[in-house]
Nanobody, 120 residues
Framework: QVQLVESGGGLVQPGGSLRLSCAAS????????MSWVRQAPGKGLEWVSD????????VYADSVKGRFTISRDNAKNTLYLQMNSLKFGDTAVYYC?????????????WGQGTQVTVSS
């Protein structure tokens, strides 16, 4: 069955960095666009970034552009999110998700999430 398992979250000071990973199994990762989505405490889901199936195309929310980098290693069945210059507002549960199609904002599988807390 399809599984997405995030890791790498934690507590970090403002200005710090974290690298999230998402291990995929049960499907061919290289066939799908993938995304990172986050949910801050008490708020709704916020799309963060997309990456094309081959990794050659990436898209970012304005709130993270220039600070976050999405990448993937299809040979290792793993998706990544490198987060630099972290801000208090980046505190959230971060989810990786598989896109149903490259052009839609619909996701058919989600991971369980990993908590990122930015605090001094």
């Amino acid at each position: 069955q399809v599984q997405l398992v995030e890791s790498g979250g934690g507590l970090v000071q403002p200005g710090g960095s974290l690298r999230l990973s998402c291990a995929a199994s049960g499907f061919t990762l290289s066939s799908y666009w993938m995304s990172w989505v986050r949910q801050a405490p008490g708020k709704g889901l916020e799309w963060v970034s997309d990456i094309s199936s081959g990794g050659g195309s990436t898209v970012y929310a304005d709130s993270v552009k220039g600070r976050f980098t999405i990448s993937r290693d299809n040979a290792k069945n793993t998706l990544y999110l490198q987060m630099n210059s972290l801000k208090f507002g980046d505190t959230a549960v971060y989810y990786c998700a598989r896109k149903l199609t490259s052009w839609s904002g619909v996701f058919d599988y989600w991971g369980q999430g990993t908590q990122v807390t930015v605090s001094s």
